[in-house]
């Protein structure tokens, strides 16, 4: 989805600081990651293939663009069911936003987001163990 690409910028006491567009994505999974309501980011078949074999991806779904002062994220998220999906999607704009602007200083400019499905929560399974009752000896062994 992201190419790794970096980008400088230059903070006021001189130098430079470079953001590789793969830590943009990052921050923007994991913001977007807390968000109740979302089960998750839907990717490319290649992405969902290297989940398979074990190796998370945090850029999964998502696409940035970085300039030397600003950024846009274009995402694709999957919504739980019952979740008002506005109410999520705008929750998540403010999480991205907040956290990209706040750890980096980049300037947020759009953060467009595609939802790609809504899919039931997982129930989860109560196990009760029965117990069985106690063996009594019947008598046939001595």
């Not at 980011?41 to 998502?62: D, F, N, P, V, W």
Request: charged share 30%; with cysteine; net charge negative.
């Amino acid at each position: 989805m992201s190419e790794n690409k970096e980008t400088a910028i230059a903070p006021a006491g001189g130098g430079k600081v470079v953001f590789a567009d793969d830590v943009i994505a990052t921050i923007a999974f994991l913001a977007a990651s807390e968000i109740e309501g979302v089960e998750g980011m839907s990717g490319t078949a290649i992405e969902g293939l290297t989940e398979k074999l074990g190796r998370k991806s945090y850029t999964k779904g998502i696409k940035v663009e970085v300039g030397n002062e600003e950024c846009a994220v274009d995402l694709a998220v999957i919504v739980k069911y019952g979740f008002r999906i506005q109410d999520v999607c705008k929750k998540v704009q403010e999480a991205i936003k907040s956290a990209i602007e706040t750890m980096t200083g980049l300037k947020v400019v759009e953060v467009n987001i595609t939802v790609q499905s809504v899919v039931l929560e997982k129930e989860k399974k109560v196990v009760v163990e029965e117990k069985a009752p106690p063996v009594e000896p019947t008598g046939r062994v001595k």
